[in-house]
Nanobody, 123 residues
């Protein structure tokens, strides 16, 4: 069992930055790949970024490449999503999830989920 708590969401002007945190607790958290998804109102939840257990491999959705950076600190069992050059279309609830022993991009591959944190970007 892994518990996940996201933080760092908020209201930001277009072009600004936010850093989301994903704090995980439980057994062997460092063995899980971690990922960020987002869901805008009326839309499906989409993959944003993922990172392998070691942190050595990362994946990004095309829509955020070059603007978002995922990282993790295994000593703190925490993953981060640095979001720069934010756009109104980035507005969504951002959720963190973990995937046992690897990196993944599909929602059904993830084992545990947090409740999400709201990010709102205004122009």
């Amino acid at each position: 069992q892994v518990q996940i708590v996201e933080s760092g969401g908020g209201l930001v002007q277009a072009g600004g930055s936010l850093r989301l945190s994903c704090a995980a607790s439980g057994r062997r958290v460092s063995s899980y790949g971690m990922g960020w998804f987002r869901q805008a109102p009326g839309k499906e939840r989409d993959f944003v970024a993922g990172i392998a257990p070691s942190g050595g491999t990362t994946l990004y959705a095309d829509s955020v490449k070059g603007r978002f950076t995922i990282s993790r600190d295994n000593a703190k069992n925490t993953a981060y999503l640095q979001m720069n050059s934010l756009k109104p279309e980035d507005t969504a609830v951002y959720s963190c999830a973990v995937h046992w022993l690897g990196i993944a991009t599909r929602e059904r591959e993830f084992d545990y989920w947090g409740q999400g944190t709201q990010v709102t970007v205004f122009s």
